[in-house]
């Protein structure tokens, strides 16, 4: 592995950790129950809305700071496939008016996280090696 493999996850990971956290401060400010309504519509307890901070918080922080970023990854790609099921499922197959698909954002969202979570942070982070 070459330093700049290192570098580019790093810059992977920074970018998506910040990205989805914004996401998540957000909804500290408004709280989750909007999200609580759509699980529940869906037969799920409510109360599952609040994994949104382990999502959107937690996980993208760990990514930020290269600490367990396979898991973190896996964490945010969950969210991820979440938040599509949930809120984005009729616009799967829809394309927007640029002619690109309407998931575009949430469809990089959950494909970096995925990359991620299979090649490491990298060892620019407190995981370093090892993550």
């Given at each position: 592995?070459?330093?700049?493999?290192?570098?580019?996850?790093?810059?992977?990971?920074v970018a998506?950790?910040?990205?989805?956290?914004?996401?998540?401060?957000?909804?500290?400010?408004?709280?989750?129950?909007?999200?609580?309504?759509?699980?529940?519509?869906?037969?799920?307890?409510?109360?599952?809305?609040?994994?949104?901070y382990v999502?959107e918080i937690?996980?993208?922080?760990?990514?930020?700071?290269?600490?367990?970023?396979?898991?973190?990854?896996?964490?945010?790609?969950?969210?991820?496939?979440?938040?599509?099921?949930?809120?984005?499922?009729?616009?799967?197959?829809?394309?927007?008016?640029?002619?690109?698909?309407?998931?575009?954002?949430?469809?990089?969202?959950?494909?970096?996280?995925?990359?991620?979570?299979?090649?490491?942070?990298?060892?620019?982070?407190?995981?370093?090696?090892?993550?």
């Open positions: 592995m070459t330093k700049s493999d290192d570098t580019g996850k790093l810059v992977l990971r998506l950790g910040i990205l989805i956290l914004l996401h998540g401060i957000a909804k500290v400010g408004k709280g989750v129950d909007g999200i609580g309504g759509m699980l529940a519509s869906h037969g799920l307890p409510a109360a599952l809305a609040y994994l949104v999502g937690l996980a993208p922080v760990l990514l930020i700071v290269g600490l367990f970023t396979r898991p973190a990854a896996l964490i945010v790609a969950l969210n991820m496939l979440a938040a599509i099921w949930l809120v984005h499922q009729k616009d799967l197959g829809a394309l927007n008016g640029q002619g690109g698909w309407a998931l575009e954002l949430q469809g990089m969202f959950l494909f970096s996280a995925i990359a991620i979570a299979l090649f490491g942070g990298g060892r620019f982070g407190l995981g370093g090696k090892y993550n």
